[in-house]
């Protein structure tokens, strides 16, 4: 299969950096213990969080394993990273095109909504040089189920779609994008096991905005005189369907497991 890897935009996230943490909703904590437990992930074990961001998936795994490595390009979120990390995290600037046999083996590489901007045919590759027999790959991601709470999202998103530049969407939602498991099955780790935690959580208003400007089709960087336009939006869609700014959502965080065949 031929797949055309997304153009390498190293500072791309710059300015979603600061609303990464506040905006974007959390990997379940139950979804992390199984992760674990599937992957008889143990004390002696080191994890990579590849494209880890300000360190998510990094932090929640720290406690489960001997030392975790976040790589990701972006200066700004490896900065956001290092506040507040576990002593057992260290941190990389740098991109799957620097993966290779000197950073070691990893019984875990975890890639929390970052898998869709490598090229990743290539990146497999590099994974199987590094990830220890009986080990794995996991992608997460989240979503909102279509529920009754969750009413407010189609606006939102609709609010997103009608800010991006035009021909600005990459990956999942880009014509001709192929799946991450189509891939996966066709690499070294074609063993999936796809597991997720569906949870009722609140949510601000707040929240709201700065979920829309960590996403990079709609940060700052990217609007630039339009950001503060996107942002009234957002305040007036929640004051009329929000008008306390506190609501409800429903949100499934997903883990897709690959191990080797």
């Known amino acids: 299969m031929s797949i055309e890897p997304l153009p390498f935009e190293p500072r791309r996230f710059q300015t979603a950096a600061?609303?990464?943490?506040?905006?974007?909703?959390?990997?379940?904590?139950?979804?992390?213990a199984r992760v674990v437990e599937l992957c008889s992930l143990g004390a002696a074990h080191r994890v990579l969080d590849l494209g880890?961001?300000?360190?998510?998936?990094?932090?929640?795994?720290?406690?489960?394993?001997?030392?975790?490595?976040?790589?990701d390009p972006e200066p700004e979120m490896l900065r956001l990273a290092r506040q507040n990390a576990p002593p057992n995290a260290s941190w990389l600037e740098g991109s799957s095109y620097?993966?290779?046999p000197d950073i070691g083996k990893f019984?875990?590489?975890v890639m929390g909504r970052s898998f869709h901007w490598m090229d990743r045919v290539d990146t497999l590759r590099r994974l199987d040089e590094i990830v220890e027999p009986?080990?794995?790959?996991?992608l997460f991601k989240d979503?909102?189920?279509?529920?009754?709470?969750?009413?407010?999202?189609?606006?939102?998103?609709?609010?997103?779609?009608?800010?991006?530049?035009?021909?600005?969407?990459?990956?999942?939602?880009?014509?001709?994008?192929?799946?991450?498991a189509s891939l996966l099955l066709d690499s070294v780790f074609s063993l999936l096991e796809e597991i997720s935690v569906i949870e009722r959580r609140a949510a601000t208003v707040d929240m709201l905005v700065d979920r829309a400007f960590s996403m990079s089709t709609t940060s700052r960087s990217r609007l630039g005189d339009r950001a503060a336009a996107l942002e009234a939006d957002i305040r007036a869609l929640g004051a009329?369907?929000?008008?306390?700014g506190h609501f409800t959502e429903v949100v499934a965080t997903?883990?897709?497991?690959?191990?080797?065949?």
């Open 18 to 32: 600061a609303h990464y943490l506040a905006g974007r909703p959390a990997y379940a904590p139950r979804l992390i």
């Open 52 to 71: 880890c961001g300000p360190g998510q998936l990094a932090a929640a795994f720290a406690p489960f394993c001997s030392a975790v490595l976040g790589i």
């Open 98 to 100: 620097d993966l290779g």
């Open 107 to 109: 019984r875990l590489v």
């Open 134 to 138: 009986g080990g794995a790959v996991a």
């Open 143 to 180: 979503s909102h189920p279509d529920l009754p709470e969750n009413a407010m999202r189609q606006e939102f998103r609709a609010l997103l779609d009608a800010y991006a530049p035009a021909g600005d969407y990459r990956g999942p939602r880009a014509a001709g994008w192929v799946p991450h």
């Open 240 to 244: 009329r369907l929000a008008p306390t």
């Open 254 to 261: 997903t883990a897709l497991i690959a191990r080797r065949k």
